[in-house]
């Protein structure tokens, strides 16, 4: 069992801080704006706009597209190796300096109906019980893909991309100028296919049941979920990714998610075992026998 496999509840603890329903998060986001200001130290997020350029060192592939091929870290915005951007084995706590391409705005709030966001609120009133990770269930799109704890590795050929990720073992092939099969089956993790608009790689993803969370604590979604995922490459160390959520179910608009990808020289994939080390499914059914030990009051 490696260090990251120990996290799986680190990731579901983060996921739920990361996007709260409005009225519960605002007090989050006073807080941490009261921890500091952007732009002060080598390890801040640089003040100003992002620059919207890409670098000209781009690396490209045999086909002049940007070439994704690497092992990458999501969530992040530091620079250097696994070890360096996460210093003493914590997420985000290294030293290292920022990519220029940091998202510096807030990602939104989720637009749930007012029904869909009842649910959501309940599920943050049971502290996120119920998150399908807890039992070893594929996380779903964009939540894998955005997940900074474990890395993920793309694969790039001139027909397709391949991302695999170390959390649960999961994958993503996506065939490029490919239509959607007529024979989707509803899974976790859906279906993709992919295309080039520029520079830009353009992720089509359909055919999703409604059994993952798409973020944070209680973000359902149904079985109407769309997502559209844009990598752009900006230089040789990072990925700008923006994905682009469309429920008619459950949203009243779409929504939208920005986050960098960071490239992890020298990070391999490594085994992961949740099962073997799941204790907290037997705990959790120990819990859900007296909620008034955990519930929010």
């Known amino acids: 069992m490696t260090n990251r496999s120990k996290c799986l509840m680190c990731a ?41 350029t890409p670098s000209p060192n781009v690396p490209k592939a045999a086909d002049g597209h940007p070439d994704f091929t690497g092992v990458w870290q999501a969530g992040s915005t530091r620079i250097g190796t696994w070890a360096e951007a996460n210093a003493d084995g914590s997420f985000g706590g290294g030293t290292g300096r920022v990519t220029p391409y940091a998202n510096r705005e807030p990602n939104e709030r989720p637009p749930y109906r007012e029904a869909a966001a009842r649910k959501v609120v309940e599920s943050f009133n049971r502290r996120g019980i119920d998150d399908p990770m807890a039992r070893c269930l594929p996380p779903g799109v964009p939540r894998t893909t955005t997940m900074g704890l474990f890395p993920m590795q793309i694969v790039q050929t001139p027909e397709q991309v391949i991302m ?38 353009v992720v089509d993803a359909i055919g999703f049941n409604d059994l993952t969370w798409l973020a944070g604590t209680g973000t359902i979604h149904s079985d109407q979920l769309r997502v559209v995922e844009k990598f752009r490459r900006m230089d040789e160390n ?59 009051k």
Request: some cysteine; hydrophobic content about 40%; aromatic content about 8%.
């Open 12 to 52: 579901a603890a983060l996921a739920a801080l990361a996007l709260l329903p409005a009225g519960i998060a605002a007090q989050n986001d006073a807080k941490q704006a009261a921890k500091g200001k952007a732009g002060k130290g080598k390890g801040a997020v640089p003040a100003g706009p992002a620059p919207t």
């Open 164 to 201: 695999l990720f170390e959390v649960f073992h999961v994958f993503r092939v996506i065939p490029l100028n490919a239509k959607h099969p007529d024979d989707i089956v509803p899974s976790m993790m859906g279906t993709s296919v992919g295309r080039w608009e520029g520079d830009t790689l």
């Open 238 to 296: 990072t990925i700008v990714y923006e994905a682009t959520m469309t429920d008619p179910d459950v949203f009243t608009k779409p929504w939208t998610i920005r986050s960098t990808f960071m490239l992890r020289p020298g990070t391999r994939l490594q085994e992961y075992e949740c099962a073997e080390n799941n204790i907290d499914a037997q705990r959790y059914e120990k819990l859900l026998e007296d909620e008034t030990v955990f519930r929010r």
